[in-house]
């Protein structure tokens, strides 16, 4: 509210549970989306990985054991191993391994924020712990995509 005679904002204490359960409502929204986006990046990821390291794999074999075989395939085995280096150089390159755990990681911290937010909404009376609670859940969530398995809770 805005007082005429000072032009002061003052925030009616009365509104006070209203806008912290709207605020763990954005909170859960938000950890709901970003769960579901975290999801589908490791998805991504596992296929990329899957998808650059298999015929790697595969080429890599292949073109050993046909230049070991015969000197008149000793070419396109040459060809295979280069075609073999350029995925595993892809693969490596990408990290698709390192990012699908990483949006693993974020999915579980997400999903984390978004249970917190459900057990907070479905108590009679928010406080503004409960709201605390949520927002060092919210930065270990977001610093699982960088870290090692962060955890909520004081450095």
Aim: with cysteine; aromatic share 4%; net charge positive.
């Amino acid at each position: 509210m805005v007082n005429s005679i000072d032009s002061t904002t003052r925030l009616n204490p009365d509104g006070l549970p209203q806008r912290l359960r709207a605020e763990i409502e954005r909170m859960r929204d938000e950890a709901t989306r970003q769960r579901k986006l975290a999801h589908r990046r490791a998805e991504f990821w596992a296929r990329t990985d899957i998808v650059l390291g298999f015929p790697a794999a595969l080429l890599a074999g292949t073109a050993g054991a046909a230049g070991l075989a015969s000197a008149d395939v000793r070419v396109p085995a040459a060809l295979a191993a280069l075609a073999s280096a350029g995925f595993a150089a892809g693969a490596g390159f990408l990290r698709s391994d390192t990012r699908r755990r990483a949006n693993k990681r974020a999915r579980s911290a997400w999903a984390s924020v978004e249970a917190r937010a459900m057990v907070a909404l479905a108590q009679e009376h928010v406080t503004h712990e409960a709201l605390d609670g949520l927002l060092e859940c919210r930065q270990a969530a977001l610093a699982a995509y960088d870290g090692e398995d962060a955890q909520p809770g004081p450095s």
